[in-house]
């Protein structure tokens, strides 16, 4: 039997928030948000069966917590008070950002950064095009790969490698962990400039700068409270 989708249109939102009839805290099947609204924002949780899903033009902000059985995507950003959790895939054409945790049993992806203030963990892989960052740990069935750093308060792991301009972790990182197959190559690299941490499992393999880019990199800070806060910001403005 096919679940009941719920389209979120312009005439369900009053400056930005939604007020539709519906109820979203816990709808037994899909959350469409319709294209170009800007972000729609939710002041409590956002609850689906099924997926949930903002398309292009179009942002999620929940004051609590976003969830869903299947996969949560959006053309812009996904931002939660609290947690962000998929039994599938997350993905954002640009950040996504969560007070709490954020834990998908597939992928996490973003077009700029990923931000939680606790874990994120994924059953595949984790990758941003700028950073990605963690209040405790962070974890991938596959691997993790952000366009600018990676941060985490404890620890790193993945199954397979790790890339970055540099990474930043309190405690231990493990590279290569495939429980199901032997990891060859790359799938055992830190390819990152370590600035804390310990390689506890696998091959650290420092990225290739040249020389006038050098000083840069050594300027710029292990935490991405700038990146969370663009990100934020777009959400805000939009």
């Known amino acids: 039997m096919a679940m009941p989708t719920h389209t979120i249109t312009a005439d369900q939102i009053t400056d930005g928030l939604y007020t ?67 039994g599938s895939s997350i993905s954002a ?14 992928g996490i992806s973003a077009g700029h950064g990923i931000s939680a203030g606790r874990s994120i963990s994924a059953g595949d892989g984790i990758s941003a095009g700028s950073s990605i960052s963690a209040g405790d740990g962070i974890s991938a069935g596959s691997s993790i790969s952000a366009g600018w750093g990676i941060s985490a308060g404890y620890g790193i792991s993945a199954g397979w490698g790790i890339k970055a301009k540099w990474v930043d972790v309190a405690l231990r990182i493990f590279v290569g962990l495939c429980l199901w197959r032997e990891p ?9 400039e370590l600035h804390r941490g310990v390689l506890a499992f696998g091959e650290h393999v420092p990225p290739v700068v040249e020389e006038a880019s050098a000083p840069l990199a050594d300027e710029i800070e292990p935490l991405t409270a700038c990146e969370i806060a663009r990100v934020r910001e777009l959400i805000a403005s939009a």
Do not use: C, M, P
């Open 20 to 86: 539709g009839s519906v109820d979203v805290t816990d709808y037994a099947g899909h959350i469409v948000i319709a294209e170009n609204l800007g972000t729609v924002r939710f002041s409590g949780y956002v609850r689906a069966k099924g997926r949930v899903e903002a398309k292009a033009g179009s942002s999620i902000s929940a004051g609590d917590g976003i969830s869903a059985g299947s996969s949560i995507s959006a053309g812009w950003g996904i931002s939660a008070g609290y947690g962000i959790s998929a």
């Open 93 to 106: 054409g640009w950040g996504i950002s969560a007070g709490w945790g954020i834990s998908a049993g597939d």
């Open 184 to 192: 060859e190559g790359e799938e055992r690299q830190l390819r990152a």
